[in-house]
């Protein structure tokens, strides 16, 4: 057994570029906050004050509905459950607030409200349903606020499920595509939601207000947000070929500069971006040594496609190296980092990504174990 093997596989996509693409300058835009993500790898292709804490207004419900989705995920929820309508969620009807437009006392099934949610962006529906799920929205919101800490969302504080004003009520471009990327990521079975164009409840139909739903066939979601102090909000996504894109705006003027702006930085990001995918989840990149355990090797790999975002026409010259941890001692578990791929481009690295255990490998007994004590020994003298 050898003490090192670091490098134990090579990938190159292709020979060296014949010249380099030049990026265009992003968009100029007038807003208070924008970002560019790509979906795969969770690059950010461009941004404008993505870290500065806004009012997000109905892009807080994007957190409504994650939660809500991860529940009928996991089976804590059902989609027949029945959902009251009590006074303190019910909607009066008021030009002042958007509604699913629930009857006071009256019940919907969790599918709907979920719906009335995304796509009527229903304060009544988000209430509601923070009500079943927490008891209280205030309770919802100390949950709201545990999965944004989960998700990597640093500077968001969450106080409601709708997004209606509160000082202490704020997150960022940058938290907004973390959490529009979970939704598609997490919840891809109730990700067509918000691509859907109407939706009717009480002998109301109502569309969606993302606009570009109707204009562009490539974006498939998500959220829209308007208050005063907030401005016009809108998070979306489109894929086009084998890439996706995520774009949060902030604190625009009008729904047209929200649709207007959006478009422009998706226009921008495909025709200047491009993702690869060297290695795949699930395939065996290495045999990686073990000490101490009943098996000498464990198969190591990737738990999800190695992504990376490169700008066109630089794809060729790109290496993916498996470089496999030294001295790896049992017991291991299934899942556990063995070692990284390293993504270089020209020499320089772009990207690194654990590379870990695909099975487990259990402690051997302690005759086996002296024995491998003395063979690593040896090896570190000879």
Not at 18 to 27: D, E, G, L, R
Not at 49 to 64: D, F, G, R, V, Y
Not at 143 to 162: Q, V, Y
Request: net charge neutral; hydrophobic share 40%.
């Amino acid at each position: 057994m050898k003490r090192i093997q670091l490098i134990s596989a090579m990938f190159l996509l292709g020979s060296a570029p014949a010249f380099a693409f030049v990026i265009p300058s992003p968009p100029v835009l007038d807003n208070k906050a924008y970002v560019v993500m790509d979906f795969d790898s969770g690059k950010v292709l461009a941004e404008s004050n993505s870290h500065i804490q806004l009012e997000p207004a109905s892009l807080t419900k994007l957190m409504t509905s994650y939660i809500v989705e991860r529940s009928l995920e996991t089976g804590r929820l059902k989609e027949s459950d029945p959902v009251s309508v009590s006074e303190y969620a019910w909607c009066r009807g008021t030009s002042a607030e958007s509604c699913m437009y629930l009857p006071l006392h009256s019940q919907a099934p969790v599918l709907d409200m979920l719906r009335g949610v995304v796509i009527q962006s229903g304060n009544d529906a988000s209430k509601a349903l923070a009500e079943h799920i927490a008891g209280s929205e205030p309770a919802f919101a100390e949950i709201m606020n545990s999965e944004a800490k989960r998700l990597g969302m640093k500077d968001t504080n969450f106080m409601n499920a709708t997004g209606l004003p509160d000082p202490a009520h704020m997150t960022t471009a940058y938290d907004i595509a973390l959490l529009s990327r979970a939704i598609i990521h997490d919840n891809s079975k109730y990700y067509p939601i918000y691509a859907e164009k109407e939706f009717t409840w009480n002998g109301i139909k109502q569309g969606n207000r993302n606009a570009l739903l109707y204009t562009d066939p490539t974006v498939d979601g998500l959220k829209t947000g308007h208050t005063q102090n907030a401005g016009y909000c809108l998070a979306a996504s489109s894929k086009r070929g084998n890439m996706r894109l995520i774009t949060v705006i902030m604190g625009t003027n009008s729904m047209q500069a929200r649709a207007d702006q959006t478009r422009a930085l998706l226009n921008w990001g495909f025709s200047s971006y491009e993702t690869v995918k060297p290695m795949s989840a699930g395939k065996v990149l290495a045999d990686a040594p073990v000490w101490f355990g009943t098996e000498s090797t464990v198969k190591a790999g990737l738990d999800r496609d190695l992504a990376i975002t490169l700008p066109r026409g630089q794809k060729d010259g790109v290496q993916a190296v498996t470089r496999i941890t030294p001295d790896l001692e049992a017991p291991i578990a299934k899942g556990q980092q063995v070692g990284e791929v390293v993504v270089t481009l020209d020499g320089k690295t772009i990207a690194t990504q654990p590379v870990v255990a695909m099975e487990p490998v259990e402690e051997a007994n302690f005759i086996v174990r002296l024995w491998h004590h003395l063979k690593r020994f040896l090896s570190h003298i000879f």
